[in-house]
């Protein structure tokens, strides 16, 4: 039997087999001693005395259960602590928490499962396993009288999760926006500040720690996603899988959108965001947004995270801090520890599943404004024609050159009585002479805008890249608008990118 481990109320012995939680502590075992169980080890060894108070028994940390028991850790266990048998915990009747900071859907859903119908609380940092499988797991829990808490599986640091359970669940929540991913918010960041790439920030980031060297899930999107399915099915009370939520990463960002938001006091960041709509629906979305720098979300930089919500009854609410990191995120986990234990001391146990049946997805979010930038389509390669000099501060900024000139920006002005390009080949042809090398850059611009208004796009400013290429200003539209109408041009223009610019 491995004795109990760490100071204070940590080392005092084992009570006697059998015995209440009360009488011989409350036994935890841990899967997991990497980034974030290390924190918790050294959290658990040094509070002991004052934990032990809050909860009125001592933790005594039984077991922790690794895969590669030799590997340096900085922390150094006593003798029989560590272990690779998974059995070591979940066949321990003594352990009556378990601390699940591994990561990754399996075993650790697996163990988690066992762990539950065998009767013992859990703790878990996992945002993939809650998000996948949250509902089972806290149907289990439910069923088998023990609980189940995931505070540090969104925003690390920052306590969101209970007050999504507690605070916030008196009222409705209308919708929420999120700043979850430190990794992207961090290169977004350095784009803005420094006006580097979103490769040369990507390597910054690793090379500072703040994105693993497989940075997919990350500036993909996916953590984002499955951060978002976990809170906006609180919110909405709704079941919700991070494959249903539409999710575009960081990896098409260039200085040029960076640019543009900023000569418009945008701010561009990575937004997870959720909406409960009229019909009933939730929108659940995870992509590059702008934002008004006086939005609460504008100022969140480098890799601190921040959660907005509003509701009908309590307004706007925000929740900031450092979403990652061994210590803020091993805080989190014994939050969650110590009302576990608390409740074995009590022999109650709280966990319910958040939702009775899976949301409604909306389809498409409400008419948004959108930043679009296009590129040469099919026939009309070459067009808007690349430009001598950049002409806009965006292409100032991008182009490094030296002045902005006149035609700034080739804004448009509205679409007067030029003549309309209409549907069909006709339209077609109308457009790429309107497109042909000659014309100079700005008349180019305003042939397209106007084409686009034809077609619906209700284009509030058009201006030219150098290189080629354009960038759009959109007022309120619905996707299927904004694809009809770029379909509607794909001859000329193809979408390069396309970032709703949010209110
Ligand atoms: N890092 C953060 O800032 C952060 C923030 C919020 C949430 N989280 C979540 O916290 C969890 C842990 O993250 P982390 O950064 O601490 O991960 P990590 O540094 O990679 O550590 C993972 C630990 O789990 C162990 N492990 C992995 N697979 C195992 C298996 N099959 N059996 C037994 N042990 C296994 C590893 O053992 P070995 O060391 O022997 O390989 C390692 O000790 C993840 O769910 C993550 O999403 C992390």
């Known amino acids: 039997m491995a004795e109990p481990v760490g100071k204070g109320g940590l080392s005092d012995p084992v009570g006697k087999p059998g015995a209440s939680p009360g009488d011989r502590g409350i036994g935890v075992g841990i899967f997991g001693l990497g980034t974030v169980g290390t924190a918790v080890w050294r959290l658990l060894a040094e509070g002991g005395p004052h934990l032990a108070r809050q909860i009125g028994a ?21 003798p029989g602590v560590l272990s690779t048998d998974p059995e070591a ?33 859990v703790v878990t940092a996992n945002k993939e396993l ?7 797991l806290l149907s289990l829990a439910a069923a088998a009288g023990v609980d189940l808490f995931w505070e540090a599986s969104v925003g690390g640091g920052i306590p969101i999760i209970r007050p999504l359970r507690e605070h916030l669940a008196p009222g409705r929540l209308r919708r929420l926006l999120g700043i979850v991913n430190g990794t992207t918010n961090f290169i977004l960041t350095r784009m ?52 249903e939520i539409p999710t575009v990463g960081i990896t098409g960002i260039t200085p040029v959108e960076i640019a543009w938001g900023q000569g418009r006091g945008l701010t561009l960041k990575l937004v ?67 009302e576990a234990a608390r409740h074995r001391r009590l ?35 070459g067009w808007p024609e690349p430009l001598a000099a950049p002409v806009s501060p965006v292409a100032a900024r991008v182009g490094g050159a030296t002045s902005p000139r006149e035609a700034v920006a080739a804004r448009t002005e509205p679409a007067g009585d030029r003549p309309g390009p209409g549907p069909g080949p006709a339209g077609a042809a109308w457009a790429r002479q309107e497109a042909a090398p000659g014309l100079a850059p700005a008349a180019q611009i305003r042939a397209l805008a106007e084409r686009f208004r034809q077609h619906g796009l209700p284009v509030v400013s058009a201006e030219p890249l150098p290189g080629g290429g354009c960038i759009l200003e959109v007022a309120e539209v619905t ?25």
Request: no cysteine; aromatic share 4%; proline share 8%.
């Open 58 to 78: 001592p933790l005594r940390v039984r077991r922790v259960v690794v895969r590669h028991p030799d590997r340096p850790r900085g922390v150094t266990l006593p």
């Open 479 to 503: 996707q299927q608008e904004m694809a009809a109408a770029l379909a509607k041009a794909s001859d000329v223009v193809g979408l390069a990118i396309q970032i709703p610019i949010l209110g």
């Open 130 to 136: 809650i998000s996948y499988h949250g509902h089972e």
């Open 272 to 338: 997870a965001q959720a909406e409960r709509l009229p019909d009933g629906t939730v929108m659940a979305r995870v992509e590059p947004a702008f934002l008004p720098l006086d939005h609460p979300l504008a100022r969140v930089e480098g890799a601190m995270n921040a959660i907005w919500v509003e509701g009908v009854e309590i307004g706007e609410t925000l929740f900031y801090g450092p979403g990652a990191g061994g210590l803020p995120t091993a805080t989190a986990v014994i939050a969650d520890l110590l």
């Open 192 to 243: 803005a500040r420094e006006g580097q790439t979103f490769a040369a920030a990507l390597a910054d980031a690793q090379a500072a720690g703040y994105a693993e060297a497989d940075p997919r899930a990350d500036v993909e999107g996916h953590d984002a996603a499955r951060k978002l399915a976990i809170l906006a099915g609180m919110a909405f009370h709704a079941q919700l899988s991070p494959d």
């Open 89 to 121: 915990i979940l066949g321990d009747p003594e352990i009556d928490i378990v601390v699940e900071v591994m990561g990754g859907l399996e075993p650790a859903r697996e163990y988690v499962a066992t762990a539950l119908a065998r009767g013992k609380s």
């Open 347 to 381: 022999g109650i146990a709280l966990s319910r599943p958040w939702a009775e049946g899976r949301a409604r997805v909306a389809q498409e979010p409400p008419p948004r404004r959108y930043y679009l930038r296009l590129e040469p389509g099919a026939v009309g390669s």
